[in-house]
């Protein structure tokens, strides 16, 4: 801390209080008005905004305001200078703007006014050149050491400079070697030379003869020398110390450097601060023995430090500004001699001065009442209290209730869908658009309880639906506020959607700064997705579901609402997708409800019809069953020997279609591998582009271009191409993964109702995930490898129960060069045979017997099943179909085998003949359906114990 203040003299605001200044705002100068004039202060806005103005005594006043104007274009950077040869007055300086594609230079005009108040200024256009790059900053001197004549370069972003001489341009050129950073140019008019900054920082010196005969002579040039400095620079400035030497000063982001025009080193000096901003002055005359370098440096804590070369020999604190100033100048202005100028980054413009004026502190009293214990243990108990409030996480049940409490939600959708979105207004792309899906209205109702600092309403929709307002944030959020949200839910790509949920999660902080989230779910009506048509009477896909549930009605109306009337007997539905909306192909799926019994049966040709569809049969079911006053599943902990509580309501046949999930894991494979063949072969022409470029800025002017300027369009031409094909990968791979979201959802829902230990289905659901996510330098398989090498290795889906099997997962452990892509679809396909297994096996339908119990359908007589065959074939149109064939054993093979009579519709097939065609893989037919199973089923179909099972499973729970 200093001792002492930088004491105000002056001080205003400009006119743009946003953070729009910089180091270049701000000029101090004279332009030759009057004969005892002093310096004017310009203020120039990275918004266009000009303002001049001319300090008459301590204290702003409004005279003091002499000119507001507002440029077309952001400026830059401010000077003043002889840049033309026209004035009339030979003292008379002019002012240059810099904008990024021009730099207009003014002549200021005095007006009088009538009385004394009335003095203001006019800026009169002289020249404007424009520029073909976009500009970065300006260099100004006597180039080539001409005597009354001042030209100036503009730095431009690429490196290039152009050069102007009076009322004229006179060439460009550029630097040398790689591509330059945008860097402070200084001109040194002793050795007329200029300093540059390389990418490499170093600090390279170029004479104005090499730069101004470059493209005359179509020679290559080098630097006259170049130091290196080893850190980025801050600002650069030349002074004029002796009358045979000028010195460099560079401000670095670390160091304080200074170097004479020849490349030596004078001192480099460590700061102990971030430095902002500088500037360095002669005080007194180059010429003369007593001549002084003193450099003002600017902190980051508002300090202001003044060196004498290297020492230094002052600092104060500016006592007012918060943030430390962008801008700092010497100037010489009316009733005060070497003023300091600074420049806020807000536009807080002041002037000050260094004083004797000291630091008001006051040691405050000594707190000398007496200590409580008693009272402090109170206070060090609550804040252990609110300590552990806020981190302690062991009851979760109570932390969720009291962040229920304190933000309640209330989240629902219409089961209705309408038509009437405006397309327009939601930016539907145009190929959605055109296909007039129907929409959904939701409504998010949000009670604030308790004071919160932030507020966060996040909707998370399935891929390919959008909301129209998905991200909602607030700050400030006092108690008892209560908003209402009136949402909007659409398709807005055409892609295959595998779930109807949408979850609205509020993440807020307290004012103490705990952080909490909470999170509500509702589904989207399936009249979004699917439209009603004629039920198909085969298909390639055949699942099998029980209503176990006696709170539960068997009847397609309660669980299809959308398509059917409460009371509607219909015992067969057809849906056909709306989106993608193939013109090639109907994407269908039939439900049929058994008359005289609790089954399902949903058949289609197509993987992605199924996940809205059973995701709709389950739910529905548990939440009907839940609603009757039973015990929510999810607050039961699963213990040793429980089988999956999911069958008490809800049971599905022991089938699961492995071949037409893998064709879809496949597919996606396949294109992961493209997209980095892809990206690899785009790496390599981005590669030989920037080679070529470079071979191009080396080579010298003398030597033919075109060859290499053909070999660069053809370059660039091949890339754009590359480009191309990989955006369309990229969306085809898009595609592909929300089909691959529908066909792991349709196993995941399979699973959660199959006969097996509760414990093994939560594992298998927690590996198989959706949706599915890839990375940039890991795909989907990749990432899901060790959990499906788990399963197949450890628990009741393994060979055996040997312990020896627990070193098999180093085996293969490695980055992901060692993934191998044939042993994981192997493991993932033996992963769902074995689920299939243990699901049919005994033990599995009756753990205490091992007998499986006659279901109350197996117990109707025959005429009923006649009938109700019947009654089916009816319903779904057909004629002449034979009478119920003789029962026969499920066949539970190391792999289904395919059912060939799809043409059949009968009871016996709804209850066990659930497969699929035989194009999608069935085992060869050959194989007598009596084979011993495998040997890696346990042969007695027996549960292991939990120890065996769950002893390497630990991370999933």
């Known amino acids: 801390m200093s001792l002492f203040n930088v004491c105000s003299w002056w001080s205003a605001q400009c006119s743009d209080p946003g953070e729009e200044y910089d180091v270049a705002s701000l000029l101090c100068a004279r332009f030759g008005l009057e004969s005892q004039e002093k310096d004017y202060i310009i203020v120039g806005s990275q918004t266009g905004q000009l303002s001049i103005y001319y300090p008459h005594g301590r204290g702003y006043d409004a005279t003091d305001l002499l000119l507001e104007t507002q440029m077309d274009a952001p400026i830059i950077g401010l000077y003043a200078g002889k840049f033309s040869g026209n004035a009339r007055n030979e003292n008379a300086n002019q002012l240059g703007v810099l904008l990024p594609n021009a730099i207009v230079i003014y002549n200021v005009v005095a007006i009088g006014g009538l009385a004394e108040h009335g003095a203001q200024l006019r800026l009169q256009v002289q020249v404007e050149h424009k520029f073909q790059r976009v500009s970065f900053g300006l260099c100004q001197g006597h180039f080539g050491q001409v005597k009354g004549r ?61 730069l101004s005969h470059s493209l005359v002579t179509k020679s290559s040039y080098q630097p006259t020398w170049s130091q290196g400095v080893g850190e980025g620079i801050v600002d650069m400035r030349v002074v004029q110390v002796k009358e045979n030497c000028s010195y460099i000063m560079i401000l670095g982001e670390r160091n304080f450097i200074s170097l004479d025009d020849n490349g030596k080193f004078n001192f480099m000096l460590k700061l102990d601060y971030a430095p902002k901003c500088f500037t360095s002055f002669v005080v007194g005359y180059y010429w003369e023995p007593g001549a002084r370098l003193i450099s003002a440096i600017i902190s980051d804590s508002s300090k202001l430090h003044l060196y004498e070369e290297a020492n230094i020999i002052w600092a104060a604190q500016w006592p007012k500004q918060s943030t430390a100033p962008v801008a700092i100048q010497r100037s010489n202005i009316q009733n005060l001699a070497g003023g300091i100028v ?84 939601m930016d539907v792309p145009a190929d959605v658009a055109v296909k007039e899906l129907p929409s959904a209205k939701g409504l998010l109702r949000c009670k604030i309880k308790a004071e919160l600092a932030e507020l966060q309403l996040v909707f998370q929709t399935p891929n390919g639906v959008r909301c129209s307002q998905d991200t909602m944030s607030f700050v400030n959020v006092p108690a008892g506020t209560s908003k209402e ?27 103490r700064g705990i952080p909490r989230v909470i999170q509500q779910s509702a589904n989207l009506p399936l009249s979004m997705f699917y439209r009603t048509c004629q039920p198909q009477k085969a298909a390639g896909i055949k699942l099998t579901y029980s209503i176990t549930s006696r709170h539960v009605s068997p009847k397609l109306a309660t669980f299809f609402g959308e398509f059917l009337e409460e009371q509607s007997d219909t015992h067969a539905l057809g849906l056909q997708l709306l989106c993608p909306g193939l013109e090639k192909q109907s994407e269908v799926i039939t439900v049929v409800a058994a008359k005289n019994s609790n089954r399902f049966r949903i058949q289609s040709d197509y993987v992605e019809a199924f996940a809205m569809i059973l995701e709709r049969i389950v739910e529905r079911t548990l939440q009907l069953d839940n609603s009757a006053g039973l015990i929510k599943m999810d607050k039961k902990k699963p213990k040793r020997g429980i089988l999956n509580r999911c069958v008490e309501r809800l049971m599905a046949a022991p089938f699961l279609p492995a071949q037409p999930i893998l064709h879809r894991i496949d597919v996606h494979h396949d294109t992961q591998l ?72 349709l196993a995941k829902w399979i699973i959660h109702a199959l006969n097996l230990e509760e414990r093994v289905v939560n594992v298998v659901s927690s590996v198989l995930s959706v949706p599915i996510e890839d990375w940039t330098e890991l795909s989907w398989e990749e990432s899901m490898a060790p959990g499906i090498d788990m399963l197949h290795h450890f628990g009741p889906l393994t060979r055996s129960k040997s312990s020896s099997t627990h070193g098999l997962l180093d085996a293969n452990a490695g980055t992901k060069d060692s993934f191998d892509y044939s042993r994981f679809r192997r493991h993932f396909s033996t992963l769902f045979e074995r689920i299939v297994r243990l699901a049919s096996s005994p033990m599995a339908l009756n753990p205490e017997t091992g007998k499986e119990e006659p279901s109350t359908e197996e117990k109707q007589p025959p005429t009923q099943q006649v009938d109700e065959i019947g009654n089916m074939q009816r319903m779904l149109g057909e004629k002449g179909l034979p009478l119920v064939p003789p029962k026969r054993k499920s066949n539970m093979s190391s792999s289904l085998e395919a059912v060939e009579d799809d043409e059949e519709y009968d009871e016996e097939d709804l209850r066990e003949d659930v497969g699929y065609r035989k194009e999608y893989g069935a085992t060869d037919p050959k194989n007598p359906s009596n084979k011993k199973r495998s040997e890696w089923v346990n042969e007695d179909f027996e549960l292991p114990t939990t120890e065996e099972l769950f002893s390497d499973l630990g991370i999933w729970w």
């Open 150 to 210: 001042e030209f100036f370069c503009v730095v431009h972003l690429d490196g290039t400079l152009t050069f102007f001489e009076q009322d004229g341009i006179s060439y460009e050129c550029r630097f040398p070697g790689h591509r330059a950073l945008p860097a402070p140019v200084a001109y040194c008019e002793r050795t007329d030379s200029f300093f540059r900054f390389s990418a490499t920082w170093d600090l390279q010196c170029f004479s104005y003869q090499d």
């Open 674 to 745: 493209s997209i980095r063949k892809q990206t690899d072969q785009l790496e390599d022409l981005w590669q030989q582009f920037k080679t070529l470029q470079r071979q191009l800025q080396e080579q010298s002017e003398s030597e033919p271009k075109e060859a290499l300027t053909m070999q660069i369009e053809s370059n660039y031409d091949q890339l754009i191409l590359e480009g191309d094909k990989l955006v369309e990968i990229r969306r085809d791979e898009r595609k592909q993964r929300c089909d691959l979201n529908c066909a792991v959802a």
């Open 342 to 425: 600074t420049l806020g980054a807000r536009g807080q413009l002041e002037v000050g001065y260094l004083g004797a004026d000291p630091v008001q502190f006051q040691v405050q009293p000594l707190n000398v009442e007496e200590l409580s214990f008693a009272q402090a243990h109170k206070e060090l108990q609550k804040l252990e209290d609110e300590i552990k409030e806020a981190v302690d996480v062991r009851d979760m049940d109570a932390l969720n209730q009291q962040a229920a409490d304190q933000v309640r939600l209330s989240f629902t959708i219409e089961h209705e869908a309408n038509d009437d979105l405006d397309t327009l207004l």
């Open 485 to 511: 949200f009136k949402l909007d839910f659409y398709t807005a790509e055409l892609l295959h959607i595998h779930s109807t949920k949408v979850e609205v999660v509020a993440s807020f902080i307290s004012t």
